[in-house]
């Protein structure tokens, strides 16, 4: 007998939790070379597990791949967004004005810092902060008298955000943006700029290093910055705000409420091994969702969600928009033929953790993308083989009068 929890992640076997089976194709798996078992194996005869020469290594890789002035590593993407919102200079309550079309760390990082999470709608096609949207909300807050932390602008899927349309919105107000490209690594603005380059009125840009990110260091993130007196006091925060006398290296102060958001040496020089092969990933990648793209051409079932033009992708998720109600039957039905679809992401105002903070009116168009959205199989190690088996299936589900 089995007991299946809610998560389907595991099973009860007579008395054993084992990991249930997964579907016979993810929507994303990380791939690991022999230059990354070297990587990590250095380190391990190095001696210097955390707190030693990898975390610097790390970070002036990402400075050449960003062209960003300094790049500050920490723990996850999560943590980054929490140290960039300590850069902010607001009183507390003041509004942070964020995607639904995201992961909640997004939003959850404005009640790390005090602010108040307002969810701003998004573009239905892409899932993108609409600027339009943005100026309402903050007319909105003039209206109300209501103090604006911070935007945050969301890469969604890899796919670069018209962050210059923000900025012309807020550089006026003295507003400052804050890009979260836990996504987009590697991705190129319209402009020609990487994302994490140096903008005026770019605060900061995040980045994720979980083991589905291009970047697979198994946990980790960056904060990109135009500031060198921001960065350096981003590295005091992610280990405690410990300053040490540099006469007597033993005795320390703890000058600020400080984060242990440190990056170890281990996951530092995993990610700096698969960050010399970022451009090839993201070729891998792009073949791949080329391929999708045209399969699913003229299809009036579905759509595919690609990036602006004039932007390079960075191809982090392949999305798909499907009828609203039917993207759960063609979703489970996918999973059931053995492909690990899944959804990026649930709206994130209508998590629980926000019910205090609604309602939130006017976000049809984030809803809209949000419940038509399916995320495809799309990594490195995919073959045409098993790409050409998820398109069959899915043209199969979205056009059931052809099945």
């Known amino acids: 007998m089995s007991l299946q929890f809610r998560n389907q992640r595991h099973v009860v076997k007579r008395g054993r939790v084992e990991r249930a089976s997964r579907p016979v194709i993810p929507y994303g798996r990380h791939r690991l070379l022999p230059e990354d078992r070297e990587a990590l194996l250095n380190v391990l005869d190095s001696g210097w597990l955390t707190g030693g020469p990898a975390v610097a290594d790390f970070e002036a890789a990402l400075e050449d791949v960003t062209q960003a002035t300094e790049v500050v590593a920490c723990s996850t993407g999560t943590s980054a967004l929490q140290l960039a919102g300590a850069l902010v200079d607001a009183p507390p309550g003041a509004w942070w004005l964020v995607p639904p079309c995201t992961f909640v760390a997004s939003a959850q990082a404005a009640r790390y810092c005090g602010y108040r999470p307002v969810f701003v709608d998004c573009d239905e096609a892409t899932g993108l902060l609409c600027p339009d949207a943005l100026e309402r909300t903050l007319s909105a807050a003039d209206a109300e008298g209501a103090a604006v932390a911070a935007v945050v602008a969301v890469d969604l899927n890899g796919h670069p955000a018209p962050v210059e349309r923000y900025l012309e919105v807020l550089r006026p107000r ?116 080329d391929r999708y793209q045209r399969a699913f051409d003229g299809i009036d079932t579905m759509q595919w969600v690609g990036p602006g033009d004039g932007t390079k992708s960075a191809w982090h998720l392949a999305s ?24 990026h992401y649930p709206a994130a105002h209508k998590q629980p953790t926000f019910t205090s903070y609604g309602p939130f009116p006017g976000l049809n168009s984030s809803e809209a993308y949000c419940d038509r959205q399916i995320t495809l199989p799309l990594y490195e190690g995919l073959t045409f083989s098993q790409q050409d088996h998820v398109i069959h299936e899915v043209l199969q589900l979205v056009r059931p009068e052809r099945a």
């Open 320 to 343: 798909i928009l499907v009828d609203r109600q039917r993207r759960w039957s063609i979703l489970e039905g996918l999973r059931e033929r053995g492909i690990g679809a899944a959804n």
């Open 174 to 289: 003295g507003l400052p943006l804050i890009r979260d490209g836990a996504h987009s690594l590697g991705a190129v603005d319209l402009d020609g700029k990487p994302v994490g380059a140096d903008r005026e009125g770019l605060l900061a840009t995040t980045f994720s290093f979980h083991p589905v990110k291009l970047i697979a260091a198994a946990e980790g993130g960056a904060i990109a910055l135009s500031c060198r007196e921001q960065a350096k006091r981003l590295r005091g925060l992610r280990s405690h705000a410990m300053v040490r006398n540099p006469e007597r290296p033993a005795e320390y102060e703890v000058t600020d409420l400080g984060y242990n958001h440190r990056l170890s040496d281990l996951h530092a020089a995993l990610g700096c091994a698969q960050l010399a092969r970022l451009q090839s990933k993201i070729d891998e990648r792009k073949q791949l969702a």
